[in-house]
């Protein structure tokens, strides 16, 4: 991963505790917010069976005051039943799952995947009522049940502790865009019982550094991607608001309370910013007992998974989003000219092969030098096996992809499950940090961040790191044959069965059998950076 975002988990810890100590010393409530995706996406976590054996646990350390449940708790069953038994129930009431359900398969019955809410007190005084709502997600496997936001919100429960609770501030967080209409549809329920009390929304997902205004009394932020950031959120005005609503309620619509004044910050996840930050660079005081013990157990067990052993060295950089996609720079370009054809296709088959992945299978980039399983998790941490429908026509078969690409469900399958958010969120009271400094004349690139608020948010000044979006699918070049009546073989991967059968059925007026099983089983979207690296970069090293 990129230097600028070099933190562990431990380091995390230590920031954690040594920022509390500073808050206290300042008598501010500082509340530590996680929104989701605690799984998919680096080697220390997915390597395991289940995945986060070893990561979840470090998690556990971590003393989070609210977590929300993500959507890459949910694609795999295995996954959802270890959050359930064994994540869940260590955070006491403080983690949370509005509108997401475990359901038992046996019996069919389902019940909240965590607390629907949390009312709590923080050490000075400051009541807090939270929230967790997951976006209207429908990619989650058989063991669980999420709910629309418009939905749970009739649901009596929300009523019941929004008018059973007297709280300083509303803490609606959740892995949901802070722009996304979830939000703003939970946001004007609770407007409706208080129409100007403190709300301070902490959301995800996007893998966007970003803070909105609502109204004069409600922010958000999110906090980028991949525990790659620290949002710090603080709000100058609560207790004033308090004393307002006490002393007026909520009936008087000619006294309305002042506008609260909303400060936010963007961390680069790493130790410089957290020494600068809580020990005010005073690097002998930073490090904590249990953040070392954490970073050596990741150094030991990152050996012991051998994750950090080389499969091979990339030869070059492959970027993501920072070129242009049909750049030999580009991942999908890597991807649909090198690695599918040589670790995907079939040369014992009849029929040449057309594959096709969908963009959102590839998450992160490729840097020159040493390539390794960590890397591959990153890059490509699903398991998903390839499927291919056999002797397709090629007149048809040469129009999937562009048919793909403008199917008005395609944004379906970009894959929002290729996002894991780490957003590791600080949600302060009065409570304002100031800017990092930084040599201007050699900024390096990373984030350059316009929100709400302007562009003063990024603790770090870089420069800006173009973009460039991809289509919604990928796929290798259309093999040479006779004529367009000859056959071929249309290989995908199951994430992408559905779409690729409907598009394949308007093209031919033919329901074709998928067969489950493409050339090597072993192969998937994410082996197949194995198999590629060991084969072909080898010898690069």
């Known amino acids: 991963m990129e230097e600028s975002y070099n933190g562990d988990f431990g380091d995390f810890y230590s920031f954690v505790t040594r920022m509390k100590e500073k808050a206290k010393k300042k008598r501010k409530d500082l509340f530590i917010v996680d929104t989701g995706d605690t799984h998919d996406g680096n080697g220390f976590s997915d390597v395991t069976n289940p995945s986060g054996k070893i990561s979840q646990p470090m998690l556990q350390k971590i003393p989070y005051d609210i977590l929300a449940i993500g959507n890459h708790e949910l694609y795999v069953d295995e996954i959802t ?16 799952s509005s509108n997401v359900y475990f359901k038992d398969i046996n019996n069919n019955k389902t019940i909240p995947l965590g607390d629907k809410y949390a009312f709590f007190e923080g050490e000075f005084g400051t009541r807090v009522l939270a929230f967790g709502f997951l ?49 703003n549809v939970a946001l004007k329920a609770i407007r409706k019982h208080f129409p100007y009390i403190p709300i301070a929304v902490l959301g995800g997902h996007l893998h966007v550094r970003d803070f909105a205004i609502y109204d004069g009394w409600a922010a958000g932020i999110a906090s980028g991607r991949y525990l790659e950031s620290i949002g710090f959120f603080s709000i100058k005005g609560v207790k004033k608001s308090t004393k307002f609503i006490a002393k007026h309620g909520y009936n008087d619509t000619n006294t309305l309370p002042n506008n609260l004044t909303f400060h936010r910050r963007y961390l680069d996840q790493n130790r410089k910013t957290y020494i600068y930050h809580s020990v005010e660079n005073k690097e002998k005081k930073f490090d904590t007992t249990v953040g070392k013990e954490m970073t050596q157990n990741i150094t030991y067990w990152r050996s012991e998974l051998g994750i950090s052993q080389a ?50 299978a590839l998450r992160y980039d490729i840097y020159k030098g040493n390539f390794t399983l960590d890397n591959v ?7 998903d096996h390839f499927y291919y429908m056999a002797g397709v026509p090629y007149d048809a078969a040469s129009q999937v992809l562009d048919r793909l690409n403008g199917d008005t469900n395609k944004n379906n399958f970009r894959r929002k499950r290729s996002i894991r958010n780490d957003y590791e969120q600080q949600l302060g009271l009065t409570y304002n940090i100031p800017m990092l400094p930084r040599d201007t004349n050699s900024l390096t690139p990373g984030y350059t961040t316009t929100d709400d608020l302007g562009s003063n948010g990024d603790d770090t000044k870089h420069s800006k790191i173009p973009y460039f979006d991809a289509e ?24 992408v069965e559905s779409i690729v059968e409907s598009v394949v059925y308007d093209l031919t007026g033919k329901n074709y059998t998928v067969e489950t099983t493409y050339g090597n089983p072993n192969i998937t979207s994410s082996t197949m950076w194995v198999e590629f690296a060991k084969t072909h970069w080898a010898g690069n090293c």
């Open 311 to 360: 499969l091979g060295c990339s030869p070059q950089d492959y970027y993501l989003s920072s070129v242009e996609p049909t750049s030999n720079s580009s991942i999908y370009t890597l991807t649909a000219q090198e690695v599918l054809p040589k670790t995907v296709a079939d040369p014992n088959r009849p029929y040449p092969a057309h594959i096709i992945l969908n963009s959102g």
């Open 81 to 96: 039943e270890s959050v359930y038994n064994d994540f869940m129930p260590s955070w006491k009431g403080r983690y949370l």
């Open 377 to 383: 998790y990153q890059v490509s941490p699903f398991i």
């Open 135 to 183: 976006f209207d997600f429908t990619g989650n496997g058989d063991n669980s049940v999420v709910h629309t936001v418009e939905d749970e919100i009739l649901e009596p429960w929300f009523t019941e502790a929004l008018t059973s609770h007297t709280p300083d501030i509303i803490a609606l967080t959740g892995h949901t865009g802070i722009r996304f209409d979830e939000f």
């Open 472 to 495: 919604a699918f990928v796929g290798t070049d259309l093999p040479k044959v006779a004529n367009e009546t000859s056959l071929i073989d249309l290989v995908f991967v199951d994430f």
